[in-house]
């Protein structure tokens, strides 16, 4: 029902493609992520929540339609809807039909709940096509509201001693997730001009997030014990070096191993996660009750090979350009406010 080609996930029956990675004239896009949506599409197909993600991207201009959660889309026999993905703001499953089969693409996932994003849904399919950033049996994350609670006793502790903290997390779904869990009495956080500018495109979309955009003529007293949202651009950068005395912390799945910390030289790590861990990924497949399994970025030969020994699928590997990009660097996080 779907072909894979160079451009990306071919629908044939709607003529569309699913987050291509090359131009096409329809494009239907899971989320706002840059390994996802990319730019100079002719046509693109997303959730509500996604379009000014999109606007603020790739442009003001694009051509572009949206699709509620569980809303149908027919075309030429086909049906096209969204489902709740919990990857982040807006993040949809497509649910694809024709004919009486149906496939299901994640894009990106998790099954935790974040206490932002809309959460995961099955959904039934025969065929699934998945993910598999942390796709070993090493990645296990605790409940994000746990670690939530880690983050503010950390970001308490280091006022108490004098250092400001400072989160590091993605600009579009991290950040959000810390701003809306923060604790109020650590005061108001100031952010990276990155986050500032990816809020205030969801404010356009009726959403609305704690923070202060950090400038570069911020007073030095304003700085002195605060919390600061930023993106992992700002590591050995003179706008971090501006907040000393200060303490980092990665916010990332990453984090779920010593070495990935240790190789930032941050002074903490806490593993909170925009993406499935293993038990998360086994428990969404098997929900579906899909028995082709196609596996896509991340660990995908050994977690193919799992399914196939441990659950008898019909898994394999599916080679695509997504990225494991979690905590990525891209032009958008060098941006500052108008």
Not at 52 to 63: V, W
Not at 79 to 97: C, D, K, M, N, W
Not at 284 to 299: E, F, L, M, P, R
Request: proline share 7%; aromatic share 10%.
């Amino acid at each position: 029902m779907l072909q894979f080609r160079e451009e990306g996930i071919y629908f044939p029956a709607a003529d569309c493609y699913i987050d291509p990675w090359k131009p096409v004239p329809r494009a239907v896009i899971t989320h706002g992520h840059s390994d996802h949506a990319r730019p100079e599409m002719g046509h693109y197909l997303c959730h509500t929540l996604t379009k000014e993600i999109l606007r603020h991207r790739l442009g003001p201009d694009i051509s572009i339609q949206t699709l509620d959660y569980n809303e149908p889309l027919h075309i030429n026999g086909a049906t096209i809807s969204f489902h709740p993905a919990g990857h982040i703001i807006g993040s949809a499953q497509v649910r694809l039909e024709y004919k009486g089969e149906v496939w299901v693409i994640t894009g990106d996932y998790k099954l935790l709940s974040d206490g932002v994003s809309t959460p995961y849904e099955p959904v039934a399919c025969h065929s699934f096509i998945t993910e598999s950033t942390f796709g070993l049996p090493v990645y296990q994350f605790k409940p994000c509201a746990s670690i939530y609670e880690d983050i503010n006793h950390w970001c308490a502790q280091n006022a108490k001693e004098g250092y400001s903290s400072v989160l590091i997390g993605y600009a579009l779904g991290k950040a959000q997730n810390l701003l809306a869990n923060l604790d109020p009495d650590l005061g108001i956080p100031l952010v990276h001009g990155a986050v500032f500018n990816m809020n205030e495109a969801l404010a356009r979309a009726g959403l609305s997030f704690p923070g202060e955009w950090l400038p570069p003529e911020t007073p030095a007293d304003r700085l002195k014990n605060v919390v600061v949202v930023a993106p992992q651009s700002v590591l050995g950068s003179s706008w971090l070096r501006r907040l000393q005395p200060c303490r980092l912390a990665i916010c990332s799945g990453w984090m779920a191993l010593r070495g990935p910390r240790r190789r930032l030289s941050v002074d903490k790590g806490f593993a909170l996660s925009d993406h499935c861990d293993f038990e998360q990924l086994n428990t969404a497949i098997k929900a579906t009750g899909a028995q082709n399994i196609y596996v896509t970025h991340g660990y995908q030969s050994v977690y193919s090979r799992w399914l196939r020994e441990q659950y008898g699928l019909n898994a394999v590997e599916l080679t695509t350009h997504f990225e494991n990009n979690e905590e990525a660097i891209t032009g958008e996080d060098q941006k500052t406010p108008e």
